[in-house]
């Protein structure tokens, strides 16, 4: 049968292929470590689990409204008014299947046949994956390591067109952990307002920040800018909640409509549980999110520390989210590897630690590790692969 030339392009997902690789081998009784994993492992809070089968017991299980139900968009609208300082009408805003729901729908709505997207290098695997199935173009700026992963102003209005209709920043970022300061947003800002080019604000990981710097939105530093941004967000990983699969838009009110049109004729709705599920959240103090957080600030000081102490190995210290991702091509070349990813393969046959190979992120000398796993595993993972270093040496 002939597929659609649309999905003849896609390229798998690393990410998946990886887990899926490192679930086989622990079949087959290996003692496989995996940190390939972009989910909190920790269980979703309880409150949020009594709340929902409180739902549930009430017969909260029909058909809602396409863009989620009022209570929660009205959370939703608060949350971002306690966070951020933003105000966001109903109408601005959609409920969706998970964050990458939101994605996929708002480029679906926004782009026509050969429009750019601008996504900066190291980018999330499904970013330009999504832009082509919409008929768009990815177009990659490679931010650099030396600038800590951030995309500059002048490769930003060096790599705008006629055809660009929009750029993703995502900050606190997947994979390398890297977030833009409030000058750096108004100054990215700046130039997507003079070039009117829309501003696709990922800001997923918002919550799992570890210093002092605070994550901003680039929505919440002008009126233009508001105007200009459209946020996407979720409870996934602010709230261990992946497998509930709510997302969310904010944004200009005509897009947000025609998104919600467009899932009125896709997924009908969000799982009306998970929806009552995600207003628990935002309706309770975020105590257990704060408990996570800090967990996850550990790891990341220990793993830290353990990976940058590898011969060949180098890192730039991310300040959110729960990867790290450092540059390993000096120590794969000392090894004896041409690429990365044979060093990768080759560490997941010989030592059984299963990383993403930096790849499938636009960024072919780094690989991705999931600190979303316990200190021990961490620590016993990053012994394996300074063994499997020094042994190849």
Partial sequence: ?????????????????????AKALKAEGHDVIGLGAGEPDFNTPGYILDDAKQAMDAGLTKYTPSGGIVELKQAISEKVKRDQNLSYDNSQIIVTTGAKHALFTLFQVLLNQGDEVIIPTPYWVSYPEQVKLAGGVPVFVKAEETNAFKLTPTQLSEAITEQTKAVILNS????TGTMYTEEELEALGQVCIEKDVLIVSDEIYEKLTYTEEKHVSIASLSEALYEQTVIINGVSK????????????L??????????????HSTSNPTSIAQYAALSAYEHDDTEIEEMKKAFHERLEKLYQMITDIPGVSC?????????FPNVKEAAEANGF?????????LLEEEKIALVPGSGFGSPDNVRLSYATSLDLLEEAAKRIKRFVEKHQ
């Fill in 316 to 324: 730039v210290k991310p300040k959110g989210a729960f990867y790290l």
């Fill in 172 to 175: 606190p970022s997947n994979p």
């Fill in 1 to 21: 049968m002939n597929l659609a030339e649309r999905v003849k392009t896609l390229t798998p997902s690393s990410t998946l292929a990886i887990t899926a690789k």
């Fill in 338 to 346: 041409q690429t990365v990813d044979e060093w990768v393969e080759a």
């Fill in 251 to 264: 944004g200009n009110e005509q897009i947000i409509k025609a998104m919600t049109n467009m899932a009125s």
């Fill in 238 to 249: 602010s709230h261990a909640m992946t497998g509930w699969r709510i997302g969310f838009a």
